[in-house]
């Protein structure tokens, strides 16, 4: 069903830099919905979107409070704070290549950017606003805004969709291509070296590309299984099955700790790790991936060399400007 | 003691622009004190350090949390939320221009921006750090901090007083010139429209300028008493007194209710207004001043009016390239 794409097929041939082709650099643009194909305008509008904190019931929290587009596209906590100090149990995923996601948030119950956007401004421990029609009313008061929306989707178009639109057009722009890796697949051998290589190569050995593989190593299925191998231990300590993953959308006992797999684009800075980011560092991380999913007991070297990969993942962060944020003039909202 | 520079010889001869020569434009740039001349250098790692929410105890709160720079330079909230939650008795000042401000934070207890700097991390309801030696042990593990601390002040720079240093020196680049009242002055008589014309007359003829002139209408004196004029009606409803300003730190009785006299650059755009941030707009701002500081009940025409020249006073704030964060692979600090 899913087209394996084999980082295997280059390592079995490890140092033959003429068979890597089957393992792919990361795009250097995101495919667009045929609804929302991206323009300059759009993007605009929405990286100010992503970045007003008045998009939250206090106006303390933005999308990039969580998401920051300065970091790795995260916060690096287990969870994140939302409105009025409020956490919940998940760690926020990074916005950094999410456009390579095939599904969005840990459960994958959003099926696009889109979608995604829509969740945590009207989330009550998120953004915390009361419902979109709030949100909408809110950015109609504020002439700049009017004016970016007319510009990005025309006359009066200032919308709760639209607004979903404009953060994901955004948000598509967010790609960080140019990794050690992506240029040692393009042909530069030096790109990576030893331990990088002895570490690819123990990660394929091991069946880490089974669910890691594809240019953003987070295929070729949509989810899988976390942990499969656990016990009281490991339970007690990470609390990892704690939350039911999918089947807390689905209510389906089948879909019981089943999660999206997670790009490892950058995933050397977006510590902690796991869903509830119970795992403060990727060394641990790789240690408990080795024995919850594959039944491995790695050695520290071993752990250090695919570290020492997965570094080599992390890519070139593209230079932003700072948007600046249309003003109330002679008022707020707080 | 202090030259008063006079707005009111410019109103006085109203119209005749070659007579505004004692009115000030706001200068383009900032004069760094002798210890902390500023370089491009100190500017960059300053800027990093300003939107890191790593100098935070929990890593969710920067300076520019509160003090925005992609907003009017706060967070238009009447009192900001620090970490955990927390919210103090007073509302963020502006960081725009406040390199031309004689004393920082409300209450002027700072003498400068590096100062200043040196307030919000280690307090425990803003960002939280125990102690400054935490600041300085976490960046001293940052590789990317260590090299810009390099080459900002020389090799293992990372300090206290350098932190500050560098913050401060982005700070006093952060200057929003050529508004249209700088045009006016200037000599570009359609710079003002009629109304903001006869709001700046009669704001000279009110007597705002006896402590709103100079180039950041902050002077020309430091503190100011606020409010002169009050009675239990004001007070019950905004609790201006409640707070003893100056007087909180000197614990002087001839100090109570003293306060920094703020810049009225950008007024428009850090609503809520006063020390306590209780009043939500400039038109209700600008009649308590006329009632509470100079016994003048503005008619709302004469609010309207003034309202529109302190309009004018919103300058053009400059693009800004958005710092990309020093990571710290496979770890975090939270």
Chains 1, 2 share one sequence.
Not at 106 to 112: L, T
Not at 150 to 159: E, H, L, N, R, Y
Not at 160 to 166: D, G, L
Not at 190 to 202: C, D, H, I, P, Y
Request: hydrophobic share 35%; proline share 6%.
């Amino acid at each position: 069903m899913f087209k394996i794409r084999l980082l295997i097929s280059m390592l079995t041939l490890a140092g033959a830099v003429s068979t890597v082709s089957a393992a792919e650099a990361l795009p250097t643009t995101a495919p667009a919905p045929a609804d929302n194909p991206t323009t300059a305008e759009k993007v605009a509008l929405g990286q100010m979107l992503y970045h007003d904190p008045r998009l939250s019931s206090t106006g303390t929290v933005s999308c990039a409070s969580c998401h920051n587009t300065m970091l790795g596209g995260e916060d690096n906590r287990p969870n994140s704070v939302g409105v009025n100090g409020q956490t919940g149990g998940r760690s926020a995923p990074t916005v950094w290549n999410a456009a390579f996601n095939q599904v969005q948030f840990w459960d994958g119950r959003a099926a696009s950017l889109e979608d995604q956007a829509l969740g945590p401004v009207t989330n009550p421990i998120e953004m915390g606003m009361k419902s979109w029609d709030d949100v909408v009313a809110r950015l109609e008061t504020i002439a700049g805004y009017r004016a970016a929306f007319t510009k990005a989707f025309g006359k009066d178009s200032i919308s709760k969709e639209n607004t979903a639109k404009a953060i994901a057009a955004y948000e598509r722009t967010l790609i960080t291509p140019n990794s050690a890796y992506d240029r040692y697949v393009k042909g530069d051998e030096s790109a990576l070296n030893e331990q990088q290589v002895r570490g690819m190569t123990k990660a394929v050995e091991l069946g880490c590309t089974g669910c890691h593989s594809g240019p953003a190593f987070n295929g070729p299925g949509v989810f899988q299984k976390f942990p499969v191998n656990s016990n009281g231990y490991f339970e007690a300590k990470y609390h990892f099955k704690k939350d039911k993953g999918l089947a807390e959308v689905t209510k389906k006992a089948e879909d019981e700790n089943l999660w999206k797999v997670p790009t490892l684009r950058n995933v050397a800075l977006t510590a902690p790790y796991f869903h509830n980011g119970s795992v403060k560092t990727l060394d641990e991380a790789v240690k408990l991936m080795g024995k919850l999913q594959l039944n491995q007991d790695l050695t520290d070297a071993e752990v250090a060399d695919i570290v020492a990969f997965l570094n080599a993942l992390t890519g070139e962060f593209p230079q932003q400007s700072m948007p600046t944020l249309p003003p109330t003039p002679g008022r707020t909202f707080n």
